[in-house]
């Protein structure tokens, strides 16, 4: 979810949510190969916990091919909104099962709509596909659609308990850092997938009431990218749990 664009676009969220709730605000460029542990080029970088790298796409990279990608986690836009489908999400769900990397799906929050009626379509959309312990989900908040910011934050609350108490997997919260630190505060309880492309990649400082983050989105061009703090295994602990017997 390319920070950038959607905000650029989100600026407009009062006329876009008159004409739909469900305009596609989705990601950047095309993929490109990065080594999962790149060699730290300042000492900064170098000063940063052992990384893993991750990529996130939606529609907006149609051919991204995950067989030929370093990335050892991978999240896919599924829903915006009341009724956005991404058309890729399918593809892209099947192909990081094939390629047994941790995979997420994420849901794009406009808040000027009821929390729980989005949730249900995220989950709808989302629980249409297989699914397997361990699979991460994720709201991008990142749109206010005009709302205060104690809207936006309880909007938050209420989506993200929903989908932990339907599921049992912890949801993860996507935002820029100046975002969270203003509509993110009592979130802390969730993971933090933070964008900040002007701080290396692995040495952001977490926003508002976060002690820490789970996933540094460091850049979009050409493609978003990201490197978490967690191993894979504590990674996989934040999603679904197994399914009972």
Known sequence: MSLRRNLRIASAAGLLAAVSTSAALVLSGPAHATPDRPTPATAEEAAAPSLIYGEDISNHEPDHDWSASPARFGIVKATEGLTFRDGTFSRNWRQLDEKGIVRGAYHFAHPSNDPIAEAKHFLTVVNAQPSKQGDLLVLDLEATDGMSVAHVNSWAKTWLAYVKEKTGA?????SGWNFADTYGRGLAEYPLWVAHYSKAKGTVTPPAD??????????EDPIDEN?????????RALGRPAAKA
């Open 227 to 235: 490197v978490s703090a967690l191993s894979v295994d504590q990674l």
């Open 210 to 219: 976060w002690k820490s983050w789970a996933i540094h989105q460091y850049t």
């Open 170 to 174: 912890t949801p993860i919260v996507y």
